[in-house]
């Protein structure tokens, strides 16, 4: 048994399973079973106890991966202050970024982190799913909901506002429904599935109240859902970012201003992994998007994109 040996095991066991911990370890199935059956031999302890779905450590296992996973980060520690001695900071990130959030607020903001640090490596997703994190190997997600996943951690990037709008053009052909009970009678464009009623949620005074959609046109491409909306379509049930400078030119129009709607949650989280360790590059990349999500919800401050 060596530290290798320990910090294999540890990767097996945060894998999963033996396929996942192969495609992370970029080894066939069959040789990390050949290697964890020699462990075994070696040490003459069961250290895994296998499933067609996942591996559970044994007793002896779940001791030696915690000494594993010291291990890991001890050197991934040495690894990083390596990199430190060019004074440049270097890494790899892969995140997983909503999309409509991701293009029309973050993207400038990864583009001047990125500037700011041009030795660190970002690997962008755009995508609207909760990935695997493990299993995808991503270091960071942001998402819209109201509870985080409670096997991960989750900073608050501030409340998501969504509301209901439409363009002139629209409003001039059909005019606009003034109750919640009206908006199922219009063409709603919005995030969803296709095929199933859209549950909107909305809260005024301590009252909530339900109200179930079918949407016209649904995607989860929100700049098509804005232009679908500027194409006079219908009402669009969207987050307030798409089209604050259209509602401020009078271009487009808002409708139940006195009402909190939610459909898939109204916070924005960054989640990671807990007891991962955070490189220089992973730790200042959250510190600063931090920093540009309080801006941004604080008016008047250095940064602030989206005062409301």
């Known amino acids: 048994m060596n530290a290798e040996s320990l910090v294999f095991l540890a990767d097996i066991l945060d894998a999963g ?20 059956n020699r462990l075994e031999q070696t040490l003459g302890q069961q250290l895994v106890r296998r499933t067609t779905r996942r591996t ?13 996973c010291r291990i890991r980060t001890e050197l991934a520690i040495a690894q990083d202050s390596v990199r430190e001695l060019g004074h440049q900071l270097r890494g790899r990130l892969r995140l997983s970024i ?29 995508e609207n799913h909760l990935p695997d994190m493990l299993r995808d190997e991503t270091d960071i997600s942001v998402r819209v ?21 439409a363009a002139q053009s629209y ?22 599935v296709a ?4 549950r909107l949620s909305a ?30 379509l219908g009402i669009g049930i969207i987050p307030d970012y798409l089209v604050q400078d259209e509602i401020a030119c009078g271009a487009v129009r808002t409708i139940l201003d006195d009402w909190q709607l939610s459909i898939f949650g109204t916070e924005m989280f960054m989640l990671y992994m807990p007891n991962r360790y955070h490189t220089r590059a992973t730790s200042t990349f959250i510190e600063y998007i931090l920093a540009r999500a309080q801006a941004r919800a604080t008016p008047g401050r250095p940064g602030d994109i989206d005062p409301h």
């Open 17 to 36: 399973n033996l396929s996942a911990a192969a495609r992370r370890l970029k080894m066939t199935r069959a040789n990390v079973s050949y290697h964890l």
């Open 56 to 68: 559970e450590p044994t007793e002896v296992g779940l001791r030696l991966y915690e000494h594993g």
């Open 98 to 126: 909503p999309s409509g959030f991701g293009q029309a607020v973050m993207g400038p903001w990864l583009l001047d982190f990125k500037r700011q640090h041009p030795g660190i490596v970002l690997d962008v997703t755009f």
């Open 145 to 165: 909901m109201t509870n985080p996943p409670q096997n991960l951690v989750a900073r608050s990037l501030g409340a998501v506002r969504h509301i209901a709008c």
């Open 171 to 192: 409003i001039e052909q059909h005019g606009l429904p003034d109750t919640l009970e009206g908006l199922p009678m219009a063409p709603v464009l919005t995030a969803g």
């Open 195 to 198: 095929g199933r009623q859209l």
């Open 203 to 232: 809260y005024r005074d301590q009252q909530r109240q339900t109200v179930l959609l079918e949407p016209t046109l649904m995607s989860e491409n929100f700049q098509f859902l804005h232009q679908a909306v500027m194409a006079g």
